[in-house]
């Protein structure tokens, strides 16, 4: 079955510190990757996605992922953290032949202490 | 103004009443969907629309409905509310892309409690 699955559900950071946030996908068909945000009390919102070409993807508020075919992954990172960069994460993928909806993962809670 | 709006943000309602959420976006999208996000579930889908008259049941669509009212208008309807129907609800609306990868816009979300 076509899953995404985040490997952590909560990561805790020092400020200034790096991130990954990890993501993997299930399928070998051809597949669209997507990072949403969830800041506090807030809706969703898109951070980068993968669609072709070039594998390494950036996204807003200095963060970027890397598509990486032979590990079905795509990992989210910053170099550094901020307090605001609390919130949670979400990796989705939209798997060719099933394009009518996305499929989630169960989000990673990044909190980002002082 | 926002893009996605929901209404109401918050409701507290009672077993076995019938409440509905509504959702109204500007952005013109044709496709629009309802989910639920629980602590540690993450975000189910329960409806989508891609059109007025094109409306599809998520992985949790029982003890829910909805209805297209126009493209700009998706409500959801909870005919008979249930404590494990308690839960943060949004809405979001997308436009087909290239490849068929659209982005999601989401709404703020409806804290419902059912007590």
């Known amino acids: 079955a076509q899953s995404v699955t985040q490997l952590d559900s909560q990561v805790p950071v020092f400020e200034e510190a790096p991130v990954e946030l990890r993501c993997n996908y299930s399928?070998?068909?051809?597949?669209?990757l997507f990072w949403y945000v969830q800041y506090p009390n807030q809706g969703l919102q898109l951070l980068l996605k993968?669609?072709?070409?070039s594998t390494l993807v950036k996204g807003i508020n200095g963060f970027e992922a890397e598509f990486n075919k032979s590990q079905t992954s795509f990992h989210l990172r910053k170099p550094s953290v901020h307090i605001s960069d609390t919130a949670e994460y979400f990796c989705?993928?939209?798997?060719?032949?099933?394009?009518?909806?996305?499929?989630w993962g169960l989000g990673t809670s990044l909190a980002v202490n002082p | 103004d926002a893009d996605v709006t929901q209404t109401p943000r918050n409701r507290i309602t009672k077993t076995g009443k019938r409440i509905m959420l509504e959702c109204s976006q500007t952005?013109?999208?044709?496709?629009m969907y309802w989910y639920r996000q629980d602590p540690g579930l993450g975000l189910r889908l329960i409806y989508y629309?891609?059109?007025?008259?094109?409306?599809n049941k998520g992985e949790i669509s029982d003890g829910y409905s909805v209805s297209r009212q126009a493209q700009a208008k998706f409500s959801l309807s909870l005919e008979s509310a249930i404590p494990n129907q308690t839960a943060l609800y949004f809405c979001?609306?997308?436009?087909?892309?290239?490849?068929?990868?659209?982005?999601?816009?989401f709404g703020p979300g409806t804290r419902l409690t059912v007590l």
């Open positions: 979001a609306t997308s436009v087909p892309a290239g490849g068929a990868a659209d982005t999601q816009y």
């Open positions: 952005k013109g999208h044709d496709r």
């Open positions: 629309s891609f059109d007025v008259k094109d409306i």
């Open positions: 399928s070998s068909v051809s597949v669209y």
């Open positions: 993968y669609l072709s070409g």
């Open positions: 989705a993928g939209k798997y060719a032949g099933n394009n009518r909806k996305l499929i």
